[in-house]
């Protein structure tokens, strides 16, 4: 590897610099409200021009092939860092995209230490390294992406950061030791490891973009405009991944279903009919929290999947369900609306459950609630042991009576 022209590599590197930019921004041109996208364009168009200045040092006045080369590649590491910030969803303060390039200009006014090459390859290379690392930190933290995406691309950065970081060590030992020296090994390294890393980080960031934002299309599409539960198909995709995931401690399905829904559509019209299961949505919301699945899976109908969920604890919730619901009554155009509740709660330990068998248990338990009077939750066991096809009931393990 040694043997490589660092020259040549420099050439190949304005080239992929340059087709990544383009790459980049004829995406954004097509979803400009990605700024990711533009600021990492934006970021490898500044490279361009700075890796032929930086090569041509020799044909250039210093001011050109050394200072203008190094703060557009200061720019273009502060560009860097806000397009990371941006693909994690944060926010990209102007200020500290421009710190790299404002560290630079502060090290060029101090002429004795600036005219020392050593000097200037201990100062690009510490800051370079350190912004890479904080790169290579904000990918780490990318939402909606797979773990090995951001994996890979976060170790690109720490390895380029690690390279440019360890020049110091041979600028320390060699002082003479310039930025571009023919059969310097350490360089040439870590030239080949920016084409590499920055072709493939390019690539990367958009897929784990592209990945993000399918997720957040198919979080909408799983979520019920209304009362912003999960949707019947997004509560059973969910649900199964709970399943696959849970430990063999207890788990519980409750179905729940608001009595005479009917009865408010027709008095108060359809909007209050959406205000009332809007409100039984925040009620449930704020009651079984972020742990808890949650979905519309009906007109009126409601289930909830709980985890760790033993009886004495089936019990407690559902006296304590019945209180916030008795305390919370619906005001719609001045006329309070009691909501009244029926429900099922089916309780099971059993290992490899099926979500699909297990909600017709709870379908079943909230059959019996409203057979006996409704406005009261019905609480059963599951074994797990019928098949599919076969209806499955949940026997009663006593009740207790909605308020």
Known sequence: MTGLDNY????????????????????????R???????????MTLRVPAMFMWMS?????????????????????GLSWGGARACARKSYEPIVMALPMVIWLVFSFFDGLYDSQSNRVVVFSLVTGFFLF???????QVKGASKLLRAVISCSFFVCGISHVSRVGTTWIDP??????????LLNITLVAMLFFCFGAAIIATAIYWEGYI?????????????????RRGFFERGTETLNERSEDSIGVMVLDLDYFKQINDTYGHQGGDAALMHFGRIATQYFGPSAVIGRIGGEEFAVIMQNLDRTTADCIVQSLSDTVATQPLVFEGKTIRLGVSGGLVLSNCPNLELHPFIRAADSALYQAKRKGRGRIEI????????????????????????
């Open 57 to 77: 040092g020799a044909d250039l006045a210093p001011f050109m092939s050394q200072f203008l080369a190094h703060l557009l590649l200061m720019a273009s590491l």
């Open 215 to 231: 997720q957040e299309l198919k979080a909408e599409v799983s979520r019920d405009p209304l009362t912003g539960l999960l949707t």
């Open 134 to 140: 904080a790169i290579g930190y904000e990918f780490l």
């Open 176 to 185: 003479t030791a310039g930025f571009l020296l023919e059969g310097d090994a």
């Open 33 to 43: 409200s990605n700024m990711a996208l533009l600021l990492w364009s934006s970021s």
């Open 380 to 403: 059963g066991f599951y074994n797990g042991e019928r098949s599919e096809k076969e209806p499955v009931s949940a026997a009663p393990m006593g009740l207790l009576r909605l308020a």
């Open 8 to 31: 040549t590599l420099l050439v190949v590197l304005a080239g992929v610099f340059a087709v990544i930019a383009v790459g980049l921004f004829l995406i954004w041109l097509g979803e």
